[in-house]
């Protein structure tokens, strides 16, 4: 595999991950709400989730997918329920106020690291996404030690843009402007994440 085909691989990752999903709609209500922590507990499950579905992808999984598509039909169906479930909690407790900045957050970086995974984890998608980009750039006889590389990059590129985010919506102003229109932004929120739970369900 040359540099050119890694680096690729890397860009077309960093893109993927900047742009807005259910990822990215979980991780601004979180960083406003609860805080930098827990936020940044959740940008490594997200981080994990993303290197555990490049690995699957690595393995064969998208193949699989291809050759067994009940399988993949059954883990989208689960993934679009666990986000519409998200969905309704986030609207159920939008009414509910936002606790001081310094007060302990109401989930521990554990809860908010299994939310991470558990957000990427039931989006098979990204098993898709990672096998169609290294069908195209990740020769066969890539060595064990580029694939490594390959997925640890993954995993820093998803674990710290969802850090950046983290940083940027756990600041006072964003914080302040998300108090003063919580109940809004959640429904919106909680609507959006409904949105994309059905996209993956029926897309």
């Known amino acids: 595999m040359t540099a050119a085909a890694f680096l690729a691989v890397v860009l077309i990752h960093l893109v993927a991950a900047m742009s807005p999903g259910p990822a990215f709609v979980v991780s601004v209500r979180l ?10 507990a959740l940008a490594l499950g997200f981080g994990l989730g ?7 992808a690595m393995a064969g999984l998208a193949l699989v997918f291809e050759l067994v598509p009940q399988l993949f039909v059954g883990l989208k169906l689960l993934g679009g329920a666990f986000l519409i479930y998200i969905a309704i909690q986030t609207w159920r407790h939008a009414s509910a106020p936002l606790p001081d900045p310094g007060a302990v957050t109401s989930r521990s970086v554990g809860a908010a690291f299994r939310l ?33 590389a390959l997925i640890a990059v993954i995993f820093v590129n998803e674990t710290l843009w969802y850090c950046l985010v983290a940083r940027l919506f756990s600041l006072p102003r964003p914080r302040a402007a998300y108090a003063r229109a919580k109940a809004w932004v959640d429904r919106a929120f909680g609507g959006l994440i409904a949105i994309f739970g059905l996209k993956i369900a029926t897309g």
């Open 50 to 56: 993303a290197a555990l579905w490049a690995g699957a």
């Open 116 to 148: 991470g995974l558990l957000t990427f984890l039931t989006n098979p998608k990204s098993a898709v996404f990672f096998g169609a980009v290294f069908v195209g750039l990740v020769p066969v006889e890539t060595p064990l030690w580029t694939r490594a």
């Open 31 to 40: 960083a406003a709400s609860e805080g930098f922590r827990a936020a940044v």
